[in-house]
C-alpha cells in the first residue's frame, strides 16, 4: 500500500470564505485510488477572538457572562459563534450547571489539552509584553 501526501495551500476567494485566505489540506492516496482528505488542526483556532478565548479558557473553566467580561470588545454574537464552532473542532466543551445556577460553563476540551503548553507560553508572553515599556518613537 502506498501513501502520498500533499500539502498545497488551495486558495479560496474571498467570497467563499469571507477573506483571501489558503487553506491548507493533507491528501492521503491510497493504493486503490481511493483519497481522504483531512483538514489542517490549525484551521480550527483560525478567526478573530479563537485565540483570546482559549487563552481565557486555559486558565479555567468559564460561564459566558464571565468570557464577555474578560473579553469586553467582542460581541455578544461573535462570542456565542466561536463558542459553538470551537464545540464542533473539538477544542470546547459546554456544561449545563443545576439550579439555582442555571447556566452554562465552558472549558478546555480533552483534545484541546496539547494547546495547553504554547497557550501557557503564549499567556506568559502576554503578560511580560504588557509590562514593557513602550519602545520610543523615532520622529524621521
Same mark, same amino acid.
Given at each position: 500500500?502506498?501513501?502520498?501526501?500533499?500539502?498545497?495551500?488551495?486558495?479560496?476567494?474571498?467570497?467563499?470564505?469571507?477573506?483571501?485566505?489558503?487553506?491548507?489540506?493533507?491528501?492521503?492516496?491510497?493504493?486503490?485510488?481511493?483519497?481522504?482528505?483531512?483538514?489542517?488542526?490549525?484551521?480550527?483556532?483560525?478567526?478573530?477572538?479563537?485565540?483570546?478565548?482559549?487563552?481565557?479558557?486555559?486558565?479555567?473553566?468559564?460561564?459566558?457572562?464571565?468570557?464577555?467580561?474578560?473579553?469586553?470588545?467582542?460581541? /455578544?454574537?461573535? !462570542?456565542?459563534?466561536? @463558542?459553538? +464552532? $470551537?464545540? #464542533?473542532?473539538?477544542?470546547?466543551? %459546554?456544561?449545563?450547571?443545576? *439550579?439555582?445556577?442555571?447556566?452554562?460553563?465552558?472549558?478546555?476540551?480533552?483534545? /484541546?489539552?496539547? !494547546?495547553?503548553?504554547? @497557550?501557557? +507560553? $503564549?499567556? #506568559?508572553?502576554?503578560?511580560?509584553? %504588557?509590562?514593557?515599556?513602550? *519602545?520610543?518613537?523615532?520622529?524621521?
Amino acid at each position: 500500500m502506498s501513501v502520498l501526501e500533499s500539502d498545497e495551500p488551495i486558495a479560496t476567494s474571498c467570497h467563499e470564505s469571507g477573506s483571501w485566505a489558503a487553506q491548507r489540506s493533507i491528501s492521503l492516496t491510497i493504493s486503490d485510488d481511493s483519497t481522504v482528505t483531512r483538514e489542517d488542526p490549525l484551521e480550527k483556532i483560525e478567526g478573530r477572538w479563537t485565540l483570546q478565548i482559549l487563552l481565557r479558557l486555559n486558565a479555567g473553566e468559564h460561564r459566558f457572562s464571565d468570557l464577555r467580561s474578560a473579553i469586553p470588545r467582542v460581541s /455578544a454574537n461573535i !462570542l456565542t459563534d466561536r @463558542l459553538r +464552532a $470551537l464545540e #464542533r473542532a473539538g477544542l470546547v466543551e %459546554r456544561h449545563h450547571l443545576p *439550579p439555582p445556577h442555571a447556566s452554562q460553563i465552558y472549558m478546555l476540551a480533552d483534545l /484541546a489539552a496539547g !494547546l495547553r503548553p504554547a @497557550l501557557d +507560553a $503564549l499567556s #506568559r508572553w502576554r503578560t511580560e509584553t %504588557r509590562r514593557a515599556p513602550l *519602545p520610543a518613537r523615532s520622529t524621521g
